[in-house]
């Protein structure tokens, strides 16, 4: 809708003159009124959809868009980067009054929906996760765009943990004499593979987790976490990741009483179990490698979503691997990444999956859960 401001100014003569004010008012009540409120004007705000800069960033873009009022994203191309702004609107040309308005409510409905934008959100996701493959051989002349690897293991950090204590560390190895050390430890047809991509990222599971609560405390109660909380949250920690503080900088003791733990753990939660409910029973290495899996699934789906192609490995020995890395024994290696662009000849194919009654279970295991599709 447009506005057009009517102000009326007149000279002391016109005001004394009768006859001139009684023409004036004459002629204007021939005229048009046009009753719509004044245009109010708010600073631009201006949008930009950059398709190819990552799942996370383009769906943040989109919530944002239909969140501003006023504000409109039209659909673009892959090529084009679009920009709206409340400006844009009011700069249009006067529309026709005799043009039907029936679009109207359509194009409001577009602009501000939710369920479109989240539904638009969860098919790029499953864009993604579809295209995703293991690639076989990989393009030794083709380097990695300067910041994606870093802007990939960025996304992998927003990955949850137990406890946010986020008890893993990623090795990206780039480096050619470091490469061929790190190929002698991988087995099989990773280590052409090592050799051709133009990184490998190890994630290594911390042993030693326990020496990361303070840390996590510090960071936890700076980000306003209460502090009953805080307080139980080593108790909690020690737990379920079996890990004991100090002694873990002694790598004769860590394993010693970590296996001590571990059986007397064991021991205590099968009677306990009966009474109340208690953790699952696991290793320090088990409960951190669990933990670094999942950071290290999204890395590979965000390196996905920015054109690269990975293959997951974990034939190596883990010895070597420490040697060739400077990897500590509080670490263990838990899988390793071949990151880079796949070969020109390499046939890409979907990998076939077991159908999702053998997978998906309703309520209880055994009852096939309906209504999921094939992919």
Not at 51 to 63: D, F, I, V
Not at 120 to 149: C, I, M, N, W
Request: aromatic fraction near 8%; glycine fraction near 6%; include cysteine.
């Amino acid at each position: 809708m447009f506005a057009v401001n009517i102000s009326f100014s007149a000279s002391p003569v016109s005001q004394n003159n009768p006859q001139t004010s009684q023409a004036r008012q004459q002629s204007d009540s021939r005229k048009p009124v046009n009753t719509a409120l004044p245009l109010v004007t708010q600073p631009a705000r201006t949008t930009h959809i950059f398709p190819g800069r990552g799942l996370r960033r383009h769906a943040h873009e989109l919530k944002r868009a239909s969140s501003c009022p006023g504000q409109r994203v039209r659909a673009h191309s892959s090529q084009d980067s679009i920009v709206s702004t409340d400006n844009d609107v009011a700069n249009q040309t006067p529309e026709d009054p005799t043009q039907s308005a029936a679009a109207k409510p359509t194009e409001t409905q577009s602009s501000t929906s939710k369920p479109a934008d989240t539904q638009s959100t969860a098919s790029v996701f499953e864009d993604v996760v579809q295209s995703r493959y293991s690639s076989k051989r990989f393009d030794s002349t083709k380097p990695l765009p300067e910041g994606v690897l870093q802007r990939c293991l960025a996304t992998a950090s927003r990955a949850p943990t137990g406890f946010n204590l986020q008890p893993y560390v990623a090795i990206v190895v780039t480096d050619q004499e470091r490469k061929a050390k790190l190929s002698k430890a991988m087995l099989g047809p990773n280590i052409q593979r090592v050799k051709d991509a133009p990184a490998t990222v190890i994630f290594a599971a911390d042993n030693a987790s326990c020496r990361l609560i303070p840390k996590t405390v510090k960071m936890l109660k700076e980000a306003g976490a209460p502090p009953a909380y805080l307080k139980v949250l080593p108790f909690y920690i020690g737990i379920f990741s079996g890990g004991f503080g100090f002694l873990s900088r002694i790598p004769f003791l860590r394993s010693l009483f970590n296996f001590i733990g571990f059986i007397a753990r064991k021991i205590a939660f099968l009677f306990a179990t009966y009474i109340m409910a208690v953790p699952a029973v696991s290793s320090t290495e088990t409960w951190s490698i669990k933990q670094s899996m999942i950071p290290a699934s999204v890395f590979m789906l965000a390196c996905t979503s920015h054109g690269l192609a990975t293959c997951p490995m974990e034939g190596f020995d883990a010895r070597r691997l420490r040697s060739a890395i400077n990897l500590p024994h509080r670490y263990s290696p838990a899988v390793a990444f071949a990151v880079g662009y796949p070969a020109g000849d390499e046939q890409r194919g979907k990998s076939p999956r077991f159908p999702p009654e053998d997978l998906f279970f309703d309520n209880q295991f055994g009852v096939p859960l309906t209504g999921v599709p094939v992919m």
